[in-house]
């Protein structure tokens, strides 16, 4: 489906084109690597690096690791993954905490400038000073001091001086603004904690506007996107930029040259945008990692989970979250989705992308009494039904065949279109069969069927148009490969987990059938595919090949998706 972006943002971006503002653009995604990324970044990513390639710029991977305590490198290998997958490369991968020394440098020219201060207030203090939405806030008495003692403060606060919380760097902007975040932010704070990337060099950190902006300026990003809740932080963002003047302030861009990296320095514009959010699911990666540690999941790359790295898993494709990003569009108005645009998209992308096979979840023997024991031929499928370029295979037909249980009835409600005792139904692609006998257990259970197959009615004999009301897969049971078959469905049962209605939490709407593991057979050729290969198990659904634990002589097929809505209606 060809889609024509043209959202709010790529019309700033051919206007900042045509006007000359610049020659090319550059772009970052910058996840903070304190948890997996989830399908609201994939929009994220589609859109900076989407943006990129269309418009011929760049976008940088940003590791925004300025808060020591969160980060573990098993993320940051995660998001690189995620973001190849996706089908992206980025220009260059950067961590923010390359640029400590820049934003310490930027800190000092604020204070020389009196535009930052050292306070000694407590951060209870700080929020009583801070005012209310209807009531301003009151300068700290610390404001007013001398460039020098702010400088030497300063100094001795990254020296390692003055114990955690005990001072703050903040900017002075004005503690009356109507915008709470001009009253006087934090740009940096003391912790002594231990950085993944810098060790213990630092015993301050800087505040995110601060590092955020200032990143992007050294980076040359023209436009920096994020998300809706950064609109108020805005002024702060541009206040940042227009104080420091990276772009004019070569000096304070030495200690990125000593570490070999180019100087770019910029003037950003940020630009935001609506949060990706859709019902019957939850996104924060605080709530994911309590459904990881409460064992609710099988770990952050379960396919229920709504991580990048589940539902790869699960079956989702970049092509089919690509499809779905287009359909929602970009816009400026926040909004909850139905899950069925994801699951739509993935069912459309499958349709098309994924070849056929047969597979049967529910076994149930035939046996064909007119063919000679060990009798075996092997059959023609074409791939794809509306894509001859996919190519056709050999499926093994034999005897002894397995059918989905649920395809024969002894007692047929009214309606029932597939086989009965003394009915006619289409084997697919072999002929048409009459069940004669119904053999049951001693419990009364039916364990097998026995037919016969009509010999006028082989595939490409005039008797195969016979009219027959129903048609069903089957597989041949001396060639079928026993397969694991995981049933997915969606992991909450009500469309808004995240409401703390009676008192119940998202806990308590897990889905007991979010997971049902049965033994099936699966055709030869299903079960040679790689490791994430798709295929639509004909009249089953769409199905992966588990990425971790599928190998050819043990298939392990996860249900990505229905072949219909079987929740909406
Ligand atoms: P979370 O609150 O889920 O942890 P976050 O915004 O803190 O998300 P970051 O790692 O900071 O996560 O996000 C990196 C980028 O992805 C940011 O630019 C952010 O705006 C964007 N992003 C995060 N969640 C969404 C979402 N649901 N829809 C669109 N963009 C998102
Ligand atoms: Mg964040
Ligand atoms: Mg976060």
């Known amino acids: 489906e060809s889609v024509v972006r043209n959202d709010f943002i790529r019309q700033i971006v051919r206007e900042d084109l045509a006007s000359g503002k ?41 590791l925004d690791d300025t808060n020591p ?47 930052a201060f050292v306070d000694d207030l407590t951060a209870e203090q700080v929020r009583e000073y801070r005012g209310t939405l209807t009531e301003p806030g009151r300068p700290s008495p610390y404001r ?61 950190y800087p505040m995110y506007d601060f590092a955020h902006s200032l990143s992007d300026a050294i980076e040359g990003i023209t436009h920096s996107l994020c998300t809706l809740e950064f ?88 092509s089919a979250l690509k499809l779905m990003v287009d359909r929602v569009g970009i816009s400026k108005q926040n909004s909850l989705l139905d899950i069925s645009i994801l ?67 002894e007692v047929p409600p009214k309606g029932f279109k597939r086989l009965t005792v003394g009915g006619d139904a289409r084997l697919r692609g072999a002929g048409i069969v009459r069940c004669d006998e119904v053999v049951k257990n001693e419990a009364g259970h039916i364990v097998e069927l026995r037919c016969t ?28 490969v026993e397969a694991e078959i995981r049933l997915y469905d969606r992991l909450f049962v009500v469309p808004d987990p995240d409401s703390d209605e009676g008192g119940k939490t998202y806990q308590d709407h897990i889905n007991p059938d979010s997971r049902r593991t049965v033994t099936g057979y699966v055709e030869p050729a299903a079960a040679q595919a790689a490791p994430e290969t798709s295929f639509q198990f004909e009249r089953i659904g769409y199905f992966v090949a588990d990425r971790y634990d599928h190998a050819p002589g043990r298939p392990v097929f996860n249900r990505s998706v229905t072949l219909r809505d079987v929740w909406s209606g």
């Open 453 to 480: 197959l009509d010999p006028e009615s082989r595939p490409g004999m005039e008797g195969a148009n016979r009219k027959v009301k129903g048609t069903i897969h089957w597989v041949s049971a001396a060639d079928a």
């Open 231 to 318: 609109e108020d932080h805005r002024p702060l963002y541009d206040w940042c930029v227009d104080k420091v003047d990276l772009a004019n302030s070569p000096e304070l861009l030495e200690p990125l040259l000593r570490k070999g990296l180019p100087n770019e320095a910029s003037k950003p514009r940020q630009i935001e945008f609506s949060r990706l959010n859709f019902n019957f699911l939850v996104m924060s990666k605080r709530k994911l990692m309590a459904l990881v540690q409460a064992g609710l999941v099988d770990g952050w790359d379960d396919p229920r989970m709504p991580t990048l790295q589940g539902i790869r898993r699960r079956g989702y494709t970049p």
């Open 69 to 115: 305590a969160k980060e573990d490198p098993e993320y940051v290998r995660a998001i690189q993954d995620d973001v190849r997958w996706l089908g992206f490369e980025w220009h260059d991968l950067r961590h923010a905490s390359d640029y400590f020394e820049v934003f310490f440098l930027a800190a000092e020219k604020l204070i020389r400038q009196g535009d």
């Open 343 to 409: 699951e739509g998209a993935l069912r459309d992308d499958l349709d098309g992308a994924a070849q056929r096979r047969m597979a049967v979840i529910d076994p149930l023997k035939l046996v064909i009494t007119n063919l000679p024991d060990g009798h075996s031929e092997s059959l023609t499928f074409s791939n794809h039904p509306k894509d001859e370029s996919a190519g056709t295979r050999q499926v093994p037909f034999s005897r002894e065949l397995w059918i989905e249980r649920e395809d024969f009835e």
């Open 144 to 204: 007013d001091r001398s460039v020098e003692e702010n400088l030497d403060l300063f100094r001795r606060m990254r020296a390692g001086e003055f114990p955690d919380g005990s001072r703050t760097l903040r900017a002075k902007i004005d503690m009356a603004s109507g915008n709470i975040n001009m009253r006087d932010p934090a740009l940096y704070r003391i912790k002594h904690v231990e950085h993944q990337n810098t060790g213990n060099e630092w015993p301050i």
């Open 22 to 62: 610049h020659d090319a653009i550059r772009t970052r995604f910058p996840p903070e690597p304190n948890g997996y990324l989830h399908i609201g970044h994939a929009k994220a990513i589609c859109l900076d690096f989407g943006l990129a390639q269309e418009f011929g710029g760049d976008c940088n991977l940003r």
